[in-house]
């Protein structure tokens, strides 16, 4: 849902001219494949017993998703980056991508990383390069997105799912990730 809410967010902020029309097909694209495809994608894995529960709590269990994840997020990037009025947002689905790919390789150390966090400093890291770029005044946004991340860190923490270390790793990826993807590309 992040990656909708992002999107919107983009679209309402951007000082390019898209029409309703394609603004629509977005949002349905990027909906669809990072919301509607993981969410059955979750009840098959359930249902062949890949996985106990939705909340997906162990490494193990969080390995098929999240290469799901990777597929999509570099398939979205790889289709933005090359429609000009949606370069950067390629750009931050490539960032995200890179996140992922890193947590996936962390996977092999034992390593967990809360994914909420790193969605949500994504988008933060996301905004803060995009306002700075365009000279929008993104403090608002990036004021509301950090209490949010706050909020969701807290809730990570107070459900048990995730320690601060998991928590501090995600936030600092999903920042990191979308400034040198920034830089790369």
């Given at each position: 849902?992040i990656?909708?809410?992002?999107?919107?967010?983009?679209?309402?902020?951007?000082?390019?001219?898209?029409?309703?029309?394609r603004?629509?097909?977005l949002?349905?694209i990027?909906?669809?494949?990072?919301?509607?495809?993981?969410?059955?994608?979750l009840?098959?894995?359930?249902?062949i017993?890949?996985?106990k529960?939705f909340?997906?709590?162990s490494?193990r269990?969080r390995k098929?998703?999240?290469f799901?994840?990777?597929l999509?997020?570099?398939?979205?990037?790889?289709?933005l980056?090359?429609?000009?009025?949606?370069?950067?947002?390629g750009?931050?689905?490539?960032?995200?991508n890179?996140?992922?790919?890193?947590?996936?390789?962390?996977f092999?150390?034992k390593?967990k990383t809360?994914?909420?966090?790193?969605?949500?400093?994504?988008?933060?890291?996301?905004?803060?390069i995009?306002?700075?770029?365009?000279s929008?005044?993104?403090?608002?946004i990036?004021?509301?997105?950090?209490?949010?991340?706050?909020?969701?860190a807290?809730s990570?923490?107070?459900?048990k799912?995730?320690?601060r270390?998991?928590?501090?790793?995600?936030?600092?990826?999903g920042?990191?990730t979308?400034y040198?993807?920034?830089?790369l590309l």
């Open positions: 849902m990656p909708t809410i992002g999107v919107l967010l983009f679209l309402t902020i951007t000082p390019e001219n898209i029409t309703k029309q603004q629509y097909l949002l349905s990027v909906f669809f494949t990072t919301y509607i495809i993981p969410v059955i994608t009840v098959i894995l359930k249902a017993g890949i996985i529960s909340q997906v709590e490494i269990e098929v998703p999240l799901l994840m990777l999509i997020f570099y398939f979205l990037g790889w289709i980056i090359n429609i000009p009025d949606f370069k950067d947002l750009i931050m689905f490539y960032g995200t890179f996140a992922l790919a890193i947590i996936y390789v962390l092999f150390f390593i809360s994914l909420h966090v790193v969605s949500m400093s994504s988008a933060l890291g996301f905004f803060l995009y306002g700075g770029v365009n929008i005044l993104i403090l608002p990036a004021c509301v997105i950090l209490v949010l991340t706050g909020l969701v807290s990570r923490l107070h459900l799912a995730h320690s270390t998991e928590i501090y790793l995600g936030f600092f990826l920042l990191i979308q040198l993807s920034y830089l």
